[in-house]
């Protein structure tokens, strides 16, 4: 044991492993958000919802099913998936020639709904979601604790980010997407089925946030709620970060979750509102966000 | 940027539609009281001018806040603290909240006008949950159970507020007095600066047009008189409590100004009183209500965005 800045160590690295823990899920989220942002131009309120979702989805099949941790990790990306591909057909599509803020209030019903539903069943108190027991336990590192179940979700959700990030920027899939988000109308000329490539990312965004929520599940409470109380924040991260640029959401997510984190060792009382400020500043410095490009 | 408020056609020699809906407006808030509960009467009227408030700024100058509940909350706290703490007399703590909303905007503003569209929607929100996460920490506020048994106290000295129907005269004045504010303000060359903002921004800055000041006045414009509404809800209900300043209430607005017709000048009014109207019928399902609101947000983005007010007045061929 030592202290930096009359800090414990143990406590310090505690809130700063907390902090990336967090960051992973910025990250995670406002990822899905700039992919889906990208493709469709909407905002998808429904983020948050849909990551408590992926979160209930694996309670329900742990505990009505008997599906554990692992597969469920395959299985509810997919099922989510699904139905953000469900919604992406039934209603984003006839929102495509409207101001894109039909599509913020839109998705913001959906996310009352889905909120509404699952509060009715499961209440509004949080559900208990075990670490897989190949992840229990810890290792000492000497300075610090590191349970291995939160080892885990921070390396995989680097893994998750940088390969999007691979997947969109470097591959020819990904060069298909960047090129009908530039200019649809030319995409299709050559002959790539730009709707049903629209209906993948929305997919493929929203199954990101299910996969967030299968992580979170065993981190915090499985709670109805859990989804709006991260994805106003997640906004104000992306407003920092800009929608811009995939890296940079990336970047930013982890950055403000380490921020967050030391904010909660050094000034306890402003840990929650940190992000928000930091976006004041950054509007006041960078209106265009640290990574954006305009308005 | 594509027209947010669909347009209606417009017969601009006959005003008269919004005398007569005007009229009907009088005669119905005249009416109310003795078939309806003063109370749900009241709270529609607050809702009605937080709606209208919020309709000043995306049905006027296409900015959608996402956040209002940060005006309409904080200055409904500070009402209540002063008249129950300071021992104001009602219409000074009143102004009290009125001017906590005003400041708050400028400050919102300022910071929020920098970007646009979804942007400026998501910075609102994000604004209103930071003050949010405040309320829910500060001594001031009472935390989760707020500033109870906040007293309605006199009137000027002279009219005691406890009486229901006085108390139910002055709401409805204020806010019809507030609603004619509003219109005066739409109809100004002021507002038809903002209209050309919401029309087309590029056209209206190379006309000469400093549209970012527009849009300050225009977003402190509706945060003031949403902590109007905030405030004379604090006292109508004598409390102020978390759920005002909630995000949640920033949505309800939105569904309000949307049911009723975003753009319209009576749009807001009836989204109100349809909204309040459903939350209080179906009080008894409990937490389907968020279900059902969800729900008709999605029904009158899809097919209904022309929304109640909005619809009546395409088919009637009148501006209301």
């Known amino acids: ?295 | 940027m594509a027209t947010l408020a669909p347009t209606v056609p417009v017969r601009r020699e006959t005003e008269w539609s919004i005398v007569i809906a005007a009229a009907v407006l009088v005669v119905f808030l005249s009416a109310a009281p003795f078939v309806l509960y003063p109370v749900f009467v009241m709270k529609a009227l607050c809702f009605a001018l937080f709606a209208c408030a919020f309709n000043l700024l995306i049905g006027y100058v296409g900015l959608v806040s996402f956040g209002h509940a940060l005006y309409f909350g904080w200055a409904s706290y500070l009402a209540a603290y002063s008249a129950k703490v300071w021992g104001l007399l009602p219409e000074l703590a009143i102004l009290c909240g009125t001017a906590t909303g005003a400041v708050l905007g400028l400050i919102a503003g300022v910071v929020a006008i920098r970007r646009q569209g979804i942007y400026f929607a998501m910075i609102t929100l994000a604004l209103a949950q930071m003050m949010y996460l405040v309320a829910l920490r500060v001594p001031m506020t009472g935390g989760e159970d707020g500033i109870q048994g906040v007293p309605r106290g006199w009137l000027f000295g002279t009219f005691d507020l406890n009486n229901e129907t006085t108390m139910y005269a002055f709401v409805a004045i204020v806010v019809l007095a507030a609603f004619f504010l509003i219109y005066r303000i739409i109809n100004s060359p002021f507002g038809e600066v903002l209209k050309a903002i919401r029309e087309n921004e590029q056209r209206a800055i190379s006309l000469g047009y400093k549209t970012d000041d527009y849009k300050l006045v225009a977003f402190v414009l509706s945060a003031t008189l949403a902590g109007l509404a905030g405030s004379l809800k604090a006292l109508v209900f004598q409390l102020a409590s978390l759920t005002d300043v909630h995000w949640t209430m920033s949505g309800e607005v939105v569904l309000m100004t949307l049911v009723g017709g975003l753009g319209t000048i009576f749009g807001p009014i009836v989204g109100a009183f349809f909204i309040v109207a459903m939350e209080n019928y179906l009080a008894q399902v409990g937490q389907w209500v968020l279900v059902i609101q969800g729900a008709v947000f999605v029904v009158c983005v899809l097919s209904f965005r022309r929304g109640i007010v909005g619809e009546l007045a395409a088919r009637l061929r009148v501006r209301l």
């Open chain 1, 1 to 295: 044991m030592f202290e930096i800045f009359g800090v414990p160590s143990q406590a310090l690295f505690g809130q700063l492993l907390l902090g990336l823990i967090n960051g992973s899920f910025y990250a995670l989220l406002s990822l899905g958000l700039a992919v889906i942002f990208g493709m469709l131009n909407i905002i998808n309120f429904s983020h948050g919802a849909q990551y408590m979702m992926g979160a209930f989805v694996a309670f329900i099949l742990l505990r009505n099913v008997g599906i554990g941790y692992w597969p469920a990790l395959i299985v509810v990306p997919i099922v989510v998936g699904a139905t953000g591909v469900v919604i992406e057909r039934l209603f984003l599509r006839r929102l495509q020639k409207l101001d894109h803020l039909y599509g913020l209030i839109l998705t913001f019903g959906l996310a009352l709904i889905i909120e509404g539903l699952f509060r009715n069943y499961y209440g509004s108190s949080g559900q208990p979601y075990g670490v897989p027991e190949s992840l229990q336990g810890g290792r000492n590192l000497g300075f610090m604790f590191l349970p291995n179940y939160r080892a885990w979700v921070i390396a995989f959700s680097l893994f998750v980010c940088i390969g999007t990030w691979y997947g969109i920027e470097r591959t020819r899939l990904g060069s298909y997407l960047r090129a009908a988000t530039e200019n649809p109308a030319l995409v299709r000329a050559f002959g790539i089925n730009v709707p049903r490539m629209v209906t993948l990312t929305y997919g493929f965004g929203v199954g990101l946030a299910g996969l967030a929520g299968v992580m979170a599940a065993p981190i915090y409470n499985v709670s109805p709620q859990m989804g709006s109380d991260i994805i106003i924040v997640v906004f104000a991260v992306v407003v920092i970060g800009g929608m811009g640029s995939i890296m940079g959401a990336i970047v930013t997510g982890f950055a403000l979750g380490i921020v967050e984190g030391l904010t909660k060792v050094f000034f306890p009382e402003a840990s929650n509102t940190v992000i928000f400020m930091i976006m004041i500043i950054v509007l006041l410095i960078r209106p265009a966000g640290l990574f954006g490009r305009g308005a």
